[in-house]
């Protein structure tokens, strides 16, 4: 075992240390203009002490072949005299290298190697007057008197910022890991890789090196790549084949095909474009978005879901197979579409038409002729278009959108920020999380479909936000974080399509941006970025000014690379000792959170869904069967288990709503006037009556299937009855709320951690009733703690109880923090900490007042 161990540790250390990103500075030169070129001030500008001393300057070289002419590096000492590393182009044409000591040129023998890293190392004896140079390998040695008793030094890279001793020659290179020693001990060392804007700090003693016009090579890993661009007379459609890495883009007589990650001559990756002549048939659809490739029958489908159109182009003839021709206005202008391999549907949700916003879950067959399609309303998710979606095994994952409650473009749109899973089997929806606020850096909305990345169990989603970043989402925790630099593209014409699509043969996220005018005038632009991508906060972060003691400041801000190999050491024994662990515990409770899901699959099958799993407790309540559900979302089930929400029409719906709501708080229930105001409010008295006895009969006939659920007529007042074989979640736990003496806690706690009530309605006459019960909630919670000497597992569901209920409970924070600290999860309460501070900044405009150690150890 132990060797296996061993084994496995130096495997994961080598794939590891094989990741290290590229980082580096790029000085640009020419043919910029020379207010753009880059220019880089060692020690913030200030010049460096160097009597009677020796100093070294050593560096990293990587000399790009764009502009091999001009200065590299510019050093100015206290009396004004310059030493210069140049290039120069020889008669052959090579480019050498040279140093320029006043206006004397010193030639090294060797042309410059290009496009591979290099050592450079420039030795000033300020006691001797000496130069020394190695340049890869070939070394010169100068006497320069003038360098005598040189009291201090300035030092730049690229164009030199020093009043009076600018250039405008700069040549075209990278460098990295520029170090400075003083009679041989280090005494600087600037990474170029982590940066505020322009700005590097050293690793040593936190000293800035300051930069004009910087471009970081570590941020070429957060930034998309343009590799195709063109315009339309009118919109066109777009699908990707995942396998043959391609896109297929349609207009009305022509298909483009673009082939990515094809080389030229010269070794860099280009797309190529074939287009050919469509020879017949017709597009079915009147939307550019209503298109997609089906990878395991390896067709491109194009489709009608207003008027359930299909049409399958025949690639090896050039043409569409189907004659239809649309003939409705579209129901369904940005949805989001998946195809599931499993039953050949095409899944769809959301989406706009004639003004309104729908929340349909539409499950269509185009390769089952005359097979219907299936319209199932999911009335726990609001209605909204631009939905994104990823297929996840036999889930539907669903996040954000922009909508509205009733579904009406003119009353009161907003931009949805909720991460759903539907489960396409039983329709039956779970919903994980929702963000109130406006996310830091403004509101977005997302593109069409999202990449499941089932090793790190997260979602990534490109977004119009910043003008297009790509984000990551997580199931576990609500909050988006950044995953690229902005593309640059202005949203600003009347249609906007985007897609993110992955490819996993070329480990490449691609995002097809579609611009459209009214006109049909449209652009399309297709951007690339590194698979798995890295988060903008690990490779480009402000790193703070050093604290007084050196040691302190290394040891906190040189853990990317000084400490780089330790840590994957210490990464790579845990993931083995969890994995001999995970063996080893076979047949026992395991008390994680959450559970990593099943490998990746390939391309045609959709991926594993992810499972998030509670440790296993005692469940008091069956909310298996014949029950009807409040708490999390609104939920109906019948007497053997089977999801039956579907059939509630949203009347149907808040009809059952109103009438357990005022049976709990009144014993009689509601009369039959206030009733019929709530409801029919806009019809004539015999209306409004006969339309109540049509659905309250309806409603019994499917109360009968949940169990022995009553509807009561008495008095002039109507009011439900649900008996033992039946349960409703909100009834009882407000009936466990009324006891004077809470002696079972735990009952009250199993349901109050199921979630808020019905947060997908959102109504006049049902807010009064969701407030009560939010403050119930919170009441209990927090007197239960006060009179209770509690478990630190008891304590932890009641906080997460009253984050539920309010997302800015300090006392919540302080209990899980400070359980989480006593029992040495620092890192977990910290977390918890973070993602507080996180969100009560973007609700309330300021920072949280107290710091982690007051949060988990009060006064």
């Given at each position: ?13 080598i ?6 990103p ?5 000085i ?7 207010s753009?070129l880059?220019g880089m001030?060692l020690?913030?500008?200030?010049s ?14 990587w000399?790009?072949?764009?502009n091999v002419?001009g ?10 005299e ?43 004896d ?7 140079v ?10 320069h ?6 009291k201090s030094?300035?030092?730049s890279?690229g164009?030199c ?10 040549a ?8 400075l020693?003083?009679?041989?001990r280090?005494?600087?060392l600037?990474k ?9 700090y050293?690793?040593i ?10 471009q ?6 957060i930034?998309?790549?343009k ?10 459609a ?9 896109f297929?883009?349609?207009t009305d007589?022509?298909?483009h ?8 001559e ?29 990878t ?6 194009s ?7 299909y ?5 090896t ?37 004639h ?7 539409l ?21 909204r ?14 996040f ?30 779970k919903?994980?999380?929702?963000w ?19 090793e790190?169990r997260?979602f ?10 790509l984000?990551k989402i997580?199931a ?7 995953m ?24 490449k996220?691609?995002?097809s ?6 006109s049909?005038?449209s ?8 698979y ?22 290394r040891k906190?801000?040189a ?13 790579g024994?845990a993931?083995?000792?969890?994995h ?14 959450e559970?990593?899901?099943a ?13 998030f ?6 469940r008091?309540?069956?909310l ?5 559900c409040f708490l999390d ?6 007497r ?9 029409s ?9 009438l357990?709501c ?5 014993s009689r229930?509601?009369s039959?006037?206030r009733?019929?105001?709530?409801l029919w409010?806009?019809?004539s ?26 509807i009561?007529?008495q ?21 466990l709320f009324?006891e ?5 806690p ?6 109050l951690?199921?979630?808020g ?16 019960f939010?403050?119930?909630?919170i ?11 509690l478990?630190?597992?008891l ?8 984050f ?7 006392e919540?924070l ?9 029992q ?14 996180n969100?009560?900044?973007?609700s309330l405009?300021?920072d ?7 949060v988990?150890?009060?006064?």
């Amino acid at each position: 075992m132990r060797n296996l161990l061993l084994t496995l540790l130096l495997l994961h250390s080598i794939r590891a240390t094989a990741n290290i990103p590229e980082y580096g500075l790029h000085i640009r030169s020419y043919p910029l203009h020379i207010s753009r070129l880059t220019g880089m001030a060692l020690e913030n500008g200030r010049s460096v002490k160097t009597e009677g001393i020796r100093l070294d300057l050593e560096f990293d070289l990587w000399v790009r072949d764009d502009n091999v002419f001009g200065t590299l590096l510019r050093v100015i000492t206290h009396s004004g005299e310059n030493i210069d590393l140049m290039y120069r182009v020889a008669e052959d044409g090579s480019r050498l290298p040279f140093l320029l000591t006043g206006e004397e040129i010193h030639l090294f023998q060797r042309p410059a190697r290009m496009e591979t890293w290099l050592k450079v190392t420039l030795t000033l004896d300020c006691r001797q007057g000496r130069i020394t140079v190695c340049y890869d390998g070939e070394n010169r040695e100068i006497a320069h008197r003038a360098l005598k008793d040189t009291k201090s030094v300035r030092i730049s890279f690229g164009r030199c910022p020093f009043d009076g001793f600018t250039q405008d020659d700069v040549a075209s290179v990278n460098i990295r890991d520029v170090s400075l020693k003083k009679n041989g001990r280090q005494i600087r060392l600037w990474k170029m890789a982590q940066h505020a804007g322009d700005t590097c700090y050293d690793e040593i003693s936190g000293i800035p090196a300051t930069g004009r016009n910087a471009q970081w090579i570590i941020d070429d890993l957060i930034s998309w790549r343009k590799v195709y661009g063109r315009k339309f007379d009118t919109a066109p459609a777009i699908a990707f084949d995942s396998v043959g890495s391609k896109f297929f883009v349609t207009t009305d007589d022509l298909l483009h095909t673009i082939s990515l990650g094809r080389e030229d001559e010269g070794g860099k990756v280009k797309a190529e474009t074939d287009s050919a002549l469509i020879t017949g048939g017709k597009y079915a659809a009147g939307l550019p978005n209503q298109m997609i490739y089906i990878t395991p029958e390896r067709q491109l489908l194009s489709y009608n879901l207003t008027e359930n159109i299909y049409s399958i182009f025949d690639l090896t003839r050039s043409r569409w197979k189907s004659l239809k021709v649309p003939a409705k206005d579209p129901n369904y202008w940005n949805n989001t579409v998946v195809y599931n391999p499993v039953d050949s549907a095409l899944i769809s949700f959301g989406g706009y038409g004639h003004y309104l916003y729908n929340n349909e879950l539409l499950l269509s067959y185009p390769l089952h002729e005359g097979k219907p399609p299936q319209h199932i309303p999911l009335p726990d998710i609001a209605p909204r278009y631009s939905p994104a979606s990823v297929l996840a095994g036999n889930r539907l994952y669903i996040f954000g959108g922009r909508g509205s409650p009733s579904g009406k473009q003119e009353l009161f749109p907003r931009n949805y920020y909720d991460l759903y899973a539907v489960d396409v089997t039983d329709r039956s929806v779970k919903k994980y999380w929702s963000w109130t606020g406006t996310p830091e850096n403004g509101d977005f909305v997302p593109g069409e479909n999202m990449i499941y990345d089932p090793e790190n169990r997260c979602f990534y989603v490109l977004t119009s936000q910043s003008n297009g970043v790509l984000m990551k989402i997580e199931a576990a925790h609500p909050g988006f974080e950044l995953m690229s630099l902005p593309i640059g593209v202005k949203f600003d014409t009347h249609y906007t399509f985007t897609n993110l699509f992955l490819s996993p043969g070329l480990q490449k996220l691609y995002a097809s941006i579609l611009l459209s005018e009214v006109s049909g005038a449209s652009t399309l632009e297709i951007y690339e970025i590194n698979y798995p991508p890295l988060p903008v906060s690990v490779t480009s972060v402000p790193q703070p000014h050093a604290a007084k003691g050196k040691s302190s400041f290394r040891k906190k801000y040189a853990i990317p690379f000084g400490l780089l190999l330790p840590a994957l050491l210490l990464s790579g024994a845990a993931l083995c000792w969890r994995h001999y662990r995970k063996r080893r515990r076979t047949g026992e409770d395991e008390k994680e959170a959450e559970r990593d899901p099943a490998p990746a699959p390939s391309p045609a099958v959709p991926a594993p869904a992810p499972v998030f799993e509670k440790e296993p407790v005692i469940r008091h309540y069956d909310l298996s069967r014949s029950c009807i559900c409040f708490l999390d979302r609104f939920r109906v089930l019948d007497r053997t288990g089977r999801d039956i929400t579907a059939q509630f029409s949203p009347i149907l719906r808040s009809l059952l709503i109103i009438l357990i709501c005022y049976s709990v708080k009144d014993s009689r229930g509601i009369s039959g006037g206030r009733l019929i105001k709530l409801l029919w409010h806009d019809k004539s008295e015999e209306a409004a009556k006969n339309n109540r006895n049509v659905y309250v009969s309806k409603l019994r006939a499917i109360l009968e299937e949940v169990g022995d659920v009553k509807i009561i007529n008495q008095n002039s007042y109507w009011r439900i009855r649900i008996d033992d074989d039946s349960l409703c979640d909100y009834w009882e736990i407000m009936k466990l709320f009324r006891e004077k003496e809470h002696r079972d806690p735990e009952r009250l706690l199993e349901l109050l951690t199921r979630g808020g009530m019905l947060p997908g309605i959102e109504t006049d006459w049902a807010d009064p009733f969701k407030n009560d019960f939010a403050n119930t909630a919170i009441d209990f919670c927090t007197g239960f703690l006060q009179k209770f000497d509690l478990t630190d597992s008891l304590k932890l569901k009641i906080a997460d109880t009253l984050f539920q209920h309010d997302f800015l409970s300090e006392e919540a924070l302080q209990i899980k923090c400070a359980v989480l600290y006593r029992q040495s999860k620092v890192g977990l309460a910290k977390s918890v900490y973070d993602a507080f501070c996180n969100v009560y900044k973007s609700s309330l405009g300021i920072d949280y007042p107290h710091s982690f150690i007051q949060v988990v150890k009060p006064v």
